[in-house]
């Protein structure tokens, strides 16, 4: 199969319409968003934003994902393990679905804010 790179905001759509469909059964990461009274149908318009604002550079995400997964930590403790599954199926779902430099940018990207949110979670536990 022929598969094309992330170009436009149907693509990041499908992407974060594949990966919840994956992340919301997973048994690592789906009970923290069970636990943390997700809505589905907030959640993905929001995503959509923020992964076109990151990969498409089109701004249309306004919020701050840093203090929303610092709340999110109060009530549901996240964990290395968590971070590492949501960036194994992130991965998964991208490289099962696009090819090419956008692509790969949005499995680059996701690691890197992975990481810092993993250490601004830490630094906020220990205030």
């Known amino acids: 199969m022929n598969m094309r790179d992330i170009k436009d905001s149907n693509d990041i759509r499908l992407l974060v319409d594949a990966f919840y469909?994956?992340?919301?059964?997973?048994?690592?990461?789906g009970p923290v968003f069970k636990a943390a009274d997700f809505s589905l149908e907030r959640h993905i318009p929001v995503m959509v934003t923020?992964?076109?604002?990151?990969?498409?550079d089109v701004v249309t995400y306004k919020g701050n994902p840093?203090?929303?997964?610092?709340?999110l930590?109060?009530?549901v403790p996240l964990?290395?393990?968590h971070f590492d599954q949501w960036m194994k199926i992130w991965t998964a779902t991208i490289s099962a679905?696009?090819?090419g430099p956008v692509a790969e940018n949005a499995i680059s990207r996701a690691s890197s804010i992975g990481?810092?949110?993993q250490?601004?979670?830490?630094?906020?536990?220990s205030l």
Not at 66 to 71: E, G, R, T, Y
Request: aromatic share 10%; net charge negative; proline share 5%.
């Open 50 to 56: 923020f992964w076109e604002t990151i990969l498409l």
């Open 119 to 125: 250490y601004k979670i830490k630094q906020s536990s």
């Open 79 to 81: 964990h290395p393990e």
């Open 73 to 75: 930590n109060k009530e």
């Open 97 to 99: 679905n696009f090819e």
């Open 21 to 29: 469909s994956n992340a919301l059964i997973d048994p690592v990461i």
């Open 115 to 117: 990481q810092l949110m």
């Open 66 to 71: 840093m203090l929303k997964h610092i709340a």
